[in-house]
């Protein structure tokens, strides 16, 4: 700013302030909604409190425990069922509803067979016993058996080798042990990564199989009682789920970028890259213990050892384990729900809610919990439409099928109508599981403030404060006492950046629609996570008993949908996302920085021989390997271009509080700056080695499956140091903020 | 310094830097010694190389076999036999040998029951098993049963509770749970502090009985193969050991102060304060598994689990536990072994090196490791003396009895000699259990200096570099990398600050005598400490396999030795200790900051309800009770005798290279001040409420046990929150460094 403005400001300053005592007193004790006039607000509030009131606990029961009755997967018969009994819900509440149906490749298991060979034989059952306690549990006919889908088919024997997490860092460790695992069949403990990074990252390293196991530290009776007792993971219990490669593309593997129709053009299954390379199978830890104890060699590094009560070792072992799969690989129809209440004033901004509908069993709380508060607010905005609520923008609730495999039915429906949703998506709301305890939300920062004014408006049903209260004091009551000081009073919510894990992912990271997600959690926590144990029984007595939590979460859902769709302005504040985005530059510099000073010390202890000298002599542990110098990297032309971006949306924030006044034509206008701005951050040509992947900002790793990597163009290359992709993305990315800057301008530029 | 001495100054320091060109150029290679002339310096290394010849790993194995060929505990037929063993061997190498008789309190067990009743009863086994692969597992005869020596006699019937490591947090954390220990049975792990502080802190919250139990976590399969695969505690291993209240006083408990000789003034047993108030009983994880799992109530908090494979609960259990302890309190007779080897120069002047030979059972490692490297320095000096070498100073080699049951043989006597040591004691060297790895060193830390350079001196057995350069590889290696950055480069071992847990307490913390203890370990971890099974072939595979590392502890003892004997100026550096210190009180001041930061915090926290908040209304977990408000209080005194302390302890070490050029009686007046620096640090009435402990600087800790509290009278009072008592021994120990001040200021006057 220059000095000739000064005095301007001075007034404008003053001016706010003047504006802001006004809309206190105006609107007393309840906020002026973000996007809302003063008198909007007040309408708004009436009839969110009306869709409160409409919201039922026992609806939510009803529901569930129909769609979790049967087993209800891709292609089941329940599965079919549990969509035509949503579609008839959708319709009864008075919206246009369509199943849109798409065809993909999911395999199901056609033999397993695991085994020890050798003096000692055992094989492993495989099986998960029905329990009286659980009334839906001895379905075995509709029940899909415990395996990884999208495996190998294979057959395979050979020495087992323990590779803990079965991450990158842990094969580092295991070729310092001189341990190798070419030729072998490796058994990994579940967690820590995202399952399909585990047989990923052991076909890089030569392994013919794999074999993951719910370890009891996980969860099991380490962390409580365990199922019917408590609500931990059995002995037997067993966690299913896809190895699909997700972090190259999600969806149908045949058809990558367009929808799974009927007559899609298809890739040959043989040619697509995200079907694991060799065959993996889940395992409970009671069919664990005989292939752990077999195996020799060295005891494992400290952070290694799980809770069963034997010594671990790495392997190999002496006796060769023998791992047979074979699949169907049928291609089947999926159902997703669509459910549309058509805006009056704006018809072609949707905003877009979504929860899957399938699961790997019964999934009572993965996904029917948040399907369930779904409809409940679909019910409830069915009806307030019915009374006279006029939407201003359009409602499109989503169930979709086939989340579980690989997000297919929500990916297929993106790529599918990608060209309308570019076009039309203002947002997409997410939830999955839920339980009870604390709000957890992610996704795009834009949306920081106004999820925090939603959370303010919700109240937490066993404490009677509201939802944003209750995760403050959580936060601070679990913080290290070091920590608090930092905490103390920053009730704000820090959204968490989306990487994969539901159905946001082709919104987000394909097309760049700004994205939520959120759910309750913490105090329902439990084993049964893809197990048949995931029951209408364990949900209501351990996760959420009375669907208090199930209500929250359509209060704070709906509120989310109901004020996006009714704002006259968007509530969007680019200042958070410059904020966000900023923490995450300065933390990949830092990275750098970190890389290279660890570099630089690894270097010199490797000179003195240190690691030789500090090792006791008798286990075999060598030296870790020299990876090479870390360079400067020149960071410049993103720096600068975050400057222009904090300039600009300081500006934003400084005058979005007179966007409401705007007139109809130009607020228009501005509405559609800032529901596309997100699509700024896309790069056609998408992120290295997954073009399939747009979004600049957020990702999942490559290495890490659902872990989110922020700036992944960046910060995966510089973890990899491939130093010249990282300094290509580091333009990339300035470019990309560039871009979105001019979006932020031109809103400017309509409030001035 | 004032302005007019600049260019006195400046003379000096060049002259400095010409005396040690000078010294460099002479001594050539090889440093000069810290406290030696440079000729004196070429006799000693001459005379260290001959040493190190001497000593012999078969020597060791010899003895050690002997030693550890049934059980000797106090009052055993093989500890006479092993007093009278060694008395013979120092006598033959040449010493002037007595064995120190003392009439003790031991208790033995005459009656030991546990059981669980109800419907699943349950009586613990009590009994460790003989094995094939352990030839000495099997002599039951001879065996100590598994007990805690000094439990009170009793028979208690009650609901069981557990209570984690049993420390005084353990119990806040029950109370905010909602669990009662008054009138219980507690079952504590062992392991997070001394073990006779769960008795004692259990008593003090009304329990009427207490169970320790070794969890697998700590030293059995999760650790690594038990024995005898490996050398972990196999699941009916017990832990034996003391449970007196050892942080009140140690030694005898009818003589406090006063060597317990025949005749000694005795207390009555009922009127000693340090036997354990309640029954105490240790037992293998295998006994405690019913016990832990008869415990109902709430899941344990997270790092209260331990390594057996089921859910651990606080309890209470349902069904009672039944303890019966009775003990045969009967007056044992300990035979210490001394052995003098005279000086020539300054025969009143005494070196003092101890190790205890008592054991549990066999005890090989604890204590006959440390005790064999010892002999082999006795049996080393003793034949270069016969060849000529003339010590300066006196050396007595001890050998003492009843320390494990509490420091018994030592203690009394330094109680019994206290008007001698006081006037000729130099210093006190200590070793105990011995291992393979790398040096651990504590003590006073005037002789930090002095310990770097005797373990430069001292080549490590497994790789060829010093002592001092492994132990700085195993630092930088086991450094997290974010603090690798301020260790590099700093090859200097910081000797720790001593505690409790072996014989230097009554010379160190009774009589203020320059203490340190020594030995190497970290590469022979195992499970087999104070059960049946730390034996002679336990030790020769696992621990120290053909005695490298004893021959290695022999050579940094008797380095030690043999030049705190030989030197013309005790090898002093009251720098050192002024640093530590100067850490010391930098840690108590920021200790107190931080309560009243985290205490202002709690309190806040509580005001806004968030404990409650944050609460899962399903578990028992009432917020904190509040503690009440941090003070300040007036550090001045002791900041001022810090100031004045760092002035002349910096001039000390200065004018410490000119000493050794003093004409003799001035340099003997000056190794005076140097050897009785350390009694300043002792105040005659000792600390709060335990009288016997007077070192104002180290202590074991009144809740920790064997940890070390350094300035204990205000860090104690300050945890402790007995805000006037920690006002009050601010004073006292600023009094006390006020008088070792002047101890340097007396050395440095005769430097000048």
Known sequence: ???VQAHKLFFMKYCYVFIFLLMVSFVGQSQQLIGFSVENTARQLEWEKKFDALLKPGDQAEWMKFLSSHPHHVGSPQGKKNATYMADLFREWGYQVEIAEYQVLFPTPKERLLELLGPRPFKAALKEPALKADMTSGQFNEQLPTYNAYSADGDVTAQLVFVNRGIPADYEELER???????????AKYGGSWRGIKPKVAAEHGAIGCIIYSDPEDDGYAQGDTYPEGSFRPAEGVQRGSVMDMPVYPGDPLTPGIGATKDAKRLDRKDVMTIMKIPVLPISYEDAIPLLQSLKGEVVPDGWRGSLP????????????????????????????????????????WVIRGNHHDAWVNGAADPLSGMVAELDEAKAIGILVKNGMKLKRS??????????????????????????????????INTDGNSRGFLGAGGSHIFEPFINQVAEAVTDPQTGVSIRERRYAKTIVDAAPSARAKLMGKKDIKLSALGAGSDWGAFLQYLGI????????????GGEYHSIYDSYDMFTRFKDPGFAYGVALSETAGRTVLR??????????????????????????????????????????????????????????AAPKDKGAVPFLDFSKLENAMVLLKQASGDF????????????EKRQELNEILYN??????????????????????????????????????????????????????????????????QVLAANALLQ
């Open 177 to 187: 042990m001189g341990v190798e695992v070419k030729g072998k069949i490796v058994i």
């Open 514 to 525: 700004s994205s939520l997600n959120l759910g309750f959690g913490g105090e329902g926590r």
């Open 310 to 349: 034997f010594t671990y070792h790495v392997g190999p072992s002496v006796d060769k384990v023998h791992l047979k799969l074979a699949f169907n690989w049928d291609i089947k129809p999926l159902y997703n729900v669509i459910a549309k209440m058509k805006g009056v004033e704006l018809p072609d901004e």
């Open 653 to 664: 924030k400084e005058t979005y509080k007179n966007a409401v006044n705007l007139p109809g």
């Open 395 to 428: 409602i499109i609730f989503c169930a979709w099928d086939g989340e579980e495999p690989a997000l297919l039915g929500s990916t297929e429906w993106v790529e599918d109508h990608q060209v309308e949703l570019k076009k039309k998506a203002v947002a997409y």
């Open 677 to 742: 701005a997100e699509r700024s951050l896309i790069r056609e040509k998408g992120l290295p080695r997954r073009e399939w992947y747009k979004h600049q900002i957020y990702a999942p790793g490559f290495y890490t499956g659902y872990g989110v990597k922020t700036i992944p163009g960046i910060r995966e290359a510089i973890e990899e140091r491939f130093w010249d992709e990282a300094q290509r993305n580091i333009y990339y990315v300035a470019e990309t903020i560039e871009n979105y800057t001019k």
């Open 564 to 621: 996006l769709a009714n704002a006259e302005v968007l509530p969007v504040d680019f200042n958070s996302f410059y904020n966000t985005v900023n923490d995450y530059v300065n933390e990949i510099m830092k990275m750098l920085e970190t890389m290279r000073t660890e570099e630089e010390e690894q270097q010199k202890m490797l000179e003195e021989k240190l690691y030789d000298l500090a090792k006791d002599p008798t286990k075999i542990l």
């Open 1 to 3: 700013m220059v000095a």
